[in-house]
């Protein structure tokens, strides 16, 4: 590898909700900062104080790059946001092949293998329905809130279930399994409310990345990415889903990163592939 690309990789993922950055060197991340904000003039701010700190050139950027100064533009690598994805979530996971699910304020299905992501598909569901649905039925829009009430509640007081239906089960679903979501409401308690919220999502999107784990023959490796990756209620769901669509779904340190550590390692990889060649 050329000695200019043992320098640090500094990258900003910009997203619908949040703008991430990530300084990466040989080892991995080195420094992580994520902001809830989107316009340039925030995130030219921590991407000044970066550089003046790592004094590198190799930037990178994944996401939505509209609106970003000319200046800025000459200096950085942009990298498709799917494979940045992919790289990201293998990386994280140390898998050669997996599905990487990057559940954001909405989520996206990535099948990584051979060094290469293709995208297989997604769903509106998302970090997003997760604030949204909060804030009408909670009046809560706090993430951690939400999350911490919502393992203190129960999902089936909101939920029709197969045993409602007076099912002991129906083909590989128990009689505990979710025949409608808020179908059946029984509870109005606010930490029910926010179970029966998750539950949705993880259902939902669990599922989801089930059947695409399933279509591309890597149903063992689930790679759960993302800020929403990080809440417990919906792991659980997930692990659930999991026994039920026989899928195994892969929790990573640092989730809510895997996207703008992907972008820094589809730089370096194809830096070095290039520099193998010539």
């Keep these: 590898m050329p000695e200019n690309l043992h320098a640090p990789i500094i990258g900003i993922d910009r997203g619908a909700s949040f703008t991430d950055f990530a300084v990466v060197d040989a080892d991995g991340m080195k420094e992580i900062l994520s902001i809830e904000k989107r316009d340039w003039e925030s995130i ?12 590198t050139r190799h930037i990178v950027f994944s996401g939505s790059a509209t609106g970003m100064s000319a200046p800025m533009k000459n200096t ?4 498709a946001e799917i494979d940045a994805i992919g790289f990201g979530g293998a990386a994280l996971a140390k898998c050669n092949e997996c599905v990487v699910v990057s559940m954001g304020t909405g989520s996206a299905i990535v099948h990584f293998a051979n060094n290469s992501a293709q995208h297989l598909g997604g769903s509106g569901v998302g970090g997003g329905t997760i604030k949204g649905l909060s804030s009408l039925i909670c009046g809560l829009d706090d993430p951690l809130k939400i999350e911490a009430l919502a393992l203190k509640g129960n999902a089936s007081e909101l939920n029709l279930t197969i045993s409602d239906l007076g099912y002991e089960q129906i083909s590989f679903l128990g009689a505990d399994m979710t ?28 599922i989801i ?19 929403v990756a990080e809440n417990k209620f919906i ?12 899928t195994t779904f892969i929790f990573p340190e640092n989730p809510g990163y895997a996207t703008v550590y992907g972008a820094a390692v589809k730089y370096r990889y194809d830096m070095t592939k290039k520099a193998n060649i010539e």
């Design 44 to 55: 030219g701010t921590a991407y000044e104080r970066l550089m003046t700190t790592y004094q």
């Design 76 to 79: 950085i690598t942009i990298i």
């Design 179 to 206: 025949a409608s979501n808020f179908a059946d409401i029984k509870s109005k308690k606010i930490e029910d409310q926010a179970a029966a919220i998750l539950d949705l999502v993880g259902e939902t999107v669990g």
């Design 209 to 227: 990345a089930s059947v695409c784990a399933r279509s591309v023959n890597c149903r063992n490796h689930i790679v759960m990415v993302g800020k």
């Design 235 to 246: 792991r659980q769901v997930l692990n659930l889903v999991g026994k039920l669509y026989q």
